[in-house]
């Protein structure tokens, strides 16, 4: 299921802008790769993966939580940088 807070509560996302999940990514050594019109392609410094950012006007929480999987934060981690 999905991860739980310390109280025992389940940890929500929210819905952010893509922006604001790319200035929280870059915080974890997500930097942009390339843009176009309707994604952003972020490169880690480290990894070897690339995490994908659709351009939405508001990512969805599975959107938000797919991303979070491909660039392997958990939600607690990205939560207390937002």
């Known amino acids: 299921m999905g991860e739980e807070s310390p109280k025992g509560r389940s940890l929500k996302l929210p819905d952010l802008s893509p922006q604001r999940v790319i200035r929280v990514l ?8 390339r ?9 880690h410094t480290e990894k070897r993966n690339l995490v994908t950012i659709p351009r939405h006007r508001r990512l969805k929480r599975g959107t938000l939580k797919a991303i979070l999987r491909e660039a392997e934060i958990s ?8």
Not at 26 to 33: C, E, M, P, Q
Request: no cysteine; proline share 4%; net charge positive.
């Open 26 to 33: 870059g915080r974890f050594g997500w930097a942009v790769r």
């Open 35 to 43: 843009e176009g019109k309707r994604h952003t392609l972020l490169e």
């Open 75 to 82: 939600i607690p981690e990205f939560l207390g940088n937002i």
